[in-house]
Every structure is written in C-alpha cells, then in structure tokens.
T-cell receptor
Framework: DTGVSQNPRHKITKRGQNVTFRCDPISEHNRLYWYRQTLGQGPEFLTYFQNEAQLEKSRLLSDRFSAERPKGSFSTLEIQRTEQGDSAMYLC?????????????FGPGTRLTVL | RKEVEQDPGPFNVPEGATVAFNCTYSNSASQSFFWYRQDCRKEPKLLMSVYSSGNEDGRFTAQLNRASQYISLLIRDSKLSDSATYLCVVNRNDMRFGAGTRLTVKP
C-alpha cells in the first residue's frame, strides 16, 4: 500500500495523559499536513511541513500540541495533558508541490477519545 | 464568518435526480479549488479539481466564479453510491475546508 498511513487508528486515553500519533506520507511527497475533524464539521487545518520545516501553525494548535517531521519523512503529533475537548479525528495528508495542483491525499485518521 | 461556507444540507434526493451544491470563500488570494468526498467514518478523497473555465468529469460538473468567490458542484443522474458528504476546499498554502454538505440518494 503506497498511500498515507496513520497509527494508531484509535486511541482512548484518560484526561491529563499525553498521546502521540504517527503519520507516514506517500514517499515522494514533500508536504505533510495535520488536520482535526469533529462530528459534522470539515477538517480543520492544524499545521503543515515542507520537508522537515514546519511552515505554518494554526491558532487552533495550542501549546499542548506539538508536531515534528525530523527527517522530512514521517511526522508525529503529540498532545500533552489531553482534555475532553481534544476528542476528534486527527487526519494527516500529504502532497507534492512539484505537481501543478498540489492535491492532498489523506490517511485514514486516528480517532482520539479522551475520557 | 468562516473562510469557506457551504450549503448546510442535508440533501435527500431520489435516484436519477440532479443536485447542485454551492460554496463561497472569503479569501480572494485563494489559488486552487477542489471538491472532496467523504464517506461516513472515512477520510476525505479528492472528487475533482475546479478550474476557472469550469470542468466536467462524467456526471459531475464543477464551476468557479473568482469575481464572486463562488464554487459549485452539479451531480447529474445521481446514484445511490453518490451518498456522502461533499466538502468544498480552497487552497492557498494550506487547505481550508467547508463544513460539508451531506447528500443521501434514495431508491
């Protein structure tokens, strides 16, 4: 499978715990994006990387959230001191800026439930 | 005001109907435009890009009006399998999604 993969697919945690999600993009894609989606809403942009550089962060990304893409390949999204409001689907997408339309391809997401 | 606004829906239509979705965006610097489809509990998948001159892909037609900052999607001869949420997407360096319009096609 050469698509975007995310792990874990589901995560249940207690409030106050830290969680980390991983995204493996399509191998030739230089951009990687993180989104959060809650029920009945479209995906909300969180942050994106071009290679290993984090180029933009949404105001939605509080100090408890941090993302890395250390080698310009896979990325991790960490949430510290989780809150119930963090419960959502976390989606990763990747794209290749060398292509004219910069279309994004999404992974299956990680569903986080904070109890 | 949200950056990308869509018809709230839901749309419930019979098989074979024609249905149109509208979308407006607020940032005139937006560079490219897409319609994505999202099935229940699945990730969004690209349905089609939207070009300035308008474009068609089988039963689907997309239109863009940059002056009015308006995007549309027309589905002709709708099928049961078209039932999904349709997301309007506007791209600058990142993608801004509308909240989506839910379509249910009934036999």
């Amino acid at each position: 499978d050469t698509g975007v993969s995310q792990n874990p697919r589901h995560k249940i945690t207690k409030r106050g715990q830290n969680v980390t999600f991983r995204c493996d993009p399509i191998s030739e894609h230089n951009r990687l994006y993180w989104y959060r989606q809650t029920l009945g809403q479209g995906p909300e942009f969180l942050t994106y990387f071009q290679n290993e550089a984090q180029l933009e962060k949404s105001r939605l990304l509080s100090d408890r959230f941090s993302a890395e893409r250390p080698k310009g390949s896979f990325s991790t999204l960490e949430i510290q001191r989780t809150e119930q409001g963090d419960s959502a689907m976390y989606l990763c997408a990747s794209s290749n800026t060398g292509l004219a339309r910069n279309e994004q391809f999404f992974g299956p997401g990680t569903r986080l439930t904070v109890l | 005001r949200k950056e990308v606004e869509q018809d709230p829906g839901p749309f419930n239509v019979p098989e074979g109907a024609t249905v149109a979705f509208n979308c407006t965006y607020s940032n005139s610097a937006s560079q490219s435009f897409f319609w994505y489809r999202q099935d229940c509990r699945k990730e969004p998948k690209l349905l089609m890009s939207v070009y300035s001159s308008g474009n068609e892909d089988g039963r689907f037609t997309a239109q863009l009006n940059r002056a009015s900052q308006y995007i549309s999607l027309l589905i002709r001869d709708s099928k049961l399998s078209d039932s999904a949420t349709y997301l309007c997407v506007v791209n600058r360096n990142d993608m801004r999604f509308g909240a989506g319009t839910r379509l249910t096609v009934k036999p």
